[in-house]
């Protein structure tokens, strides 16, 4: 009788030592897991502002073009330069060229940029509502976004005021 005693009160300070680790770890994990979603979002934030700061400049060249294009931007005089904003949109309407212009803002994550009101482009029929992701819809965001950011500049286009926005998020 005396060793099967022995034996329980062993298998029990086995549990309760088991039970305690895993209570330690999910404490851990929890305090730790909204930091982790806290770092993603000022990760977004912080790309999106480079992302904004980058386009509303003169880009690199300062006349560049789709060729010798090396940092994009769409200003010039403090305006949106209708000549850059054509190329930027010539570089990022399809997905391999979208790929690229990712590449040339070293930017790993997706991205839309528009105005309050449509970019009438040179060369293109019908109004353009942005530039960035193809087949984006900014008024129907998909479900499949996580972490979406939006960054609002102002600018001038057209010798208007306008408002730029900036939508930076992760699939």
Do not use: C, H
């Amino acid at each position: 009788m005396k060793n099967k005693a022995q034996g329980w009160g062993t298998d029990l300070v086995v549990a309760v030592t088991i039970f305690t680790l895993g209570l330690v770890a999910f404490y851990i994990y929890s305090l730790n897991s909204p930091g982790e979603a806290e770092e993603k979002i000022n990760t977004l934030y912080y790309n999106g502002k480079i992302l904004a700061n980058t386009v509303l400049s003169e880009g690199y060249p300062i006349s560049w073009n789709t060729d010798n294009v090396i940092k994009i931007g769409i200003l010039s005089d403090n305006k949106i330069n209708e000549t850059k904003l054509k190329y930027f949109y010539e570089l990022a309407k399809t997905e391999l060229g979208y790929n690229k212009t990712k590449s040339k803002f070293d930017l790993s994550y997706d991205y839309y940029f528009y105005l309050n009101q449509d970019m009438e482009i040179d060369g293109v029929a019908e109004p353009v509502k942005g530039i960035g992701k193809p087949d984006f819809d900014k008024e129907n965001i998909p479900n499949n976004i996580k972490n979406l950011i939006k960054i609002t500049r102002y600018t001038i286009y057209q010798n208007k005021p306008m408002t730029a926005y900036f939508y930076i998020w992760e699939e």
